[in-house]
């Protein structure tokens, strides 16, 4: 621990010593792409870095900069060429976003080091999203440290990673099952990220997914949000291609080590809490009783899919909160909000860490994106698994199959889970003696996420040894590689 409100040891005055003189020196950029579940992980990591000393500034689209708020963390805008919306302007176009990006981005990031530089206050190193690999071409532009930063699971990037370095097979036909990838379990065709299983349905995304390797040799770092005692073998798998730094989970320090005084929010919201509505329903509960379901910021279920969820949380008996955005109402069955009444609650957006860390949640329904994964390990949480594309897929043979912590329902030709097995699945994780096993799996990753992220733990460490590495560079100037 760096910081101390009582009193300190000799070794905590050395660390403080330690934090002062990095405060001078060394200053991170970190510049997650636009959307709230990359934004969420970086600007984590930048609070974590701040923590220690360094002067951290996210780096941010005009359309979303506004949002972001954190301590002891200063914002400043670069430009995507669609100030306006952001990628809405676009109409959904990934490749004229990307490019756009790239084209704008790269101008507006260099005239931003340029200004810290004559401020006085240079940039020691870029922190990007894998997702946009020019980055580090800026950065190495203009004589900076670049480290690309994966906002998805240490598996998934080995996949994408194999398949970028010739090492995998895109496969095509079902002979080629399962892809046998190094370091992680055997995959069929529904485990598979849905840009590989269907590369002709996504030809955008995928060039996006394997550009993300296109010059990481050329990288300082490389860091994925996973930790050690998680993917550990899957690492392992690709470490001479991939030799990634995790540093994970990046999930509010309030509710893992409490490391960050105050931390209990990702400090970057694109939309409006209802936090007192939920907490409130939430009290009157009995402890692990509610299911808590939600499909993330941008996942939409067919209409057909999300009547079997709505009657099979009805037919349950369970009680339930369903976090659902406005645009998806339309879906449920005709009246259904008056049916479910008095065990379910409906709400267009609630704070999900406050309410997996609530003693009356029992459950995750979840889409299984990465960062309600790790939310859910972090938080002891067992889950249902209802993914539905891309990365989704692979996260829930994970949780399922892996780290035991949940059930993923089978679906049925038409690619639908039907309410009866959905019942089912929700009847094995709230009831019985299956249930306990699956309880038990969940805390022993909430204690082991925990660790990774406390003093001296292996995601720990490797920022110190990230922080400790800038801070002696810039004593001596050099640019070597860590």
């Not at 930048?46 to 359309?63: E, P």
């Not at 004229?96 to 200004?115: A, C, E, V, Y």
């Not at 406050?354 to 938080?379: D, K, R």
Request: net charge neutral; glycine share 6%; aromatic share 10%.
């Amino acid at each position: 621990m760096l910081f101390s409100d009582s009193c300190m040891s000799p070794l905590t005055h050395r660390k403080n010593k330690m934090v002062k003189q990095r405060q001078k020196k060394v200053h991170v950029v970190v510049l997650p792409y636009p959307a709230q579940g990359h934004i969420n992980p970086i600007v984590q990591f930048a609070k974590r870095l701040a923590s220690k000393g360094v002067k951290a500034t996210v780096a941010s689209t005009h359309y979303t900069a506004n949002s972001i708020t954190a301590p002891n963390i200063t914002v400043e805008t670069i430009s995507d060429g669609f100030d306006e919306s952001g990628f809405a302007q676009t109409n959904n176009n990934v490749k004229l976003f990307l490019s756009s990006f790239k084209t704008n981005g790269s101008r507006t990031l260099s005239d931003l080091i340029k200004k810290h530089k004559q401020s006085g206050n240079p940039i020691t190193c870029i922190v990007y999203d894998s997702f946009f690999p020019w980055v580090l071409d800026v950065a190495k532009e203009h004589g900076l440290y670049g480290a690309a930063f994966f906002t998805n699971s240490a598996a998934v990037c080995n996949i994408f990673c194999g398949i970028h370095n010739g090492l995998l097979e895109v496969p095509v036909k079902t002979q080629d099952l399962p892809l046998h990838v190094p370091g992680l379990p055997p995959l069929d065709s529904s485990d598979l990220p849905s840009f590989i299983r269907f590369p002709e349905s996504y030809p955008a995304y995928m060039a996006m997914k394997l550009s993300q390797f296109s010059n990481l040799n050329k990288a300082h770092w490389m860091f994925v949000n996973t930790f050690h005692a998680l993917e550990a073998q899957v690492v392992k798998g690709l470490a001479d291609l991939f030799p990634a730094k995790m540093i994970g989970p990046m999930v509010p320090s309030g509710y893992l080590d409490g490391m960050i005084k105050g931390d209990k929010g990702y400090g970057a919201s694109l939309w409006k809490p209802l936090n007192e509505e939920c907490s409130d329903w939430l009290e009157a509960k009995a402890p692990q009783s509610v299911v808590y379901i939600s499909f993330g910021s941008m996942v939409s279920l067919t209409a057909e899919q999300m009547e079997e969820v709505a009657w099979g949380l009805k037919e349950s008996g369970v009680s339930f909160l369903w976090v659902l955005r406005e645009s998806e109402h339309a879906k449920l069955p005709g009246g259904y909000r008056d049916m479910v009444k008095d065990r379910g609650l409906i709400v267009t957006w609630c704070n999900q860490l406050q309410l997996l860390a609530h003693e009356a949640t029992g459950c995750f329904v979840t889409h299984c994106g990465w960062n309600s994964t790790l939310e859910s390990l972090s938080l002891g949480v067992p889950v249902v698994c209802l993914p539905q594309w891309a990365d989704q897929l692979t996260d829930a043979k994970f949780l399922d199959q892996i780290w035991e912590v949940g059930v993923w329902p089978k679906e049925d030709e038409k690619g639908i889970v039907r309410k009866q097995e959905f019942v089912k699945s929700l009847k094995v994780v709230m009831e019985g003696e299956r249930s306990q096993e699956i309880r038990r799996n969940a805390n022993k990753w909430k204690k082991l996420a925990r660790e990774a992220v406390s003093e001296g733990g292996t995601s720990d460490n490797h920022i110190n040894q990230f922080v400790n590495h800038l801070m002696n560079a810039d004593k001596n100037g050099s640019l070597n590689v860590y």
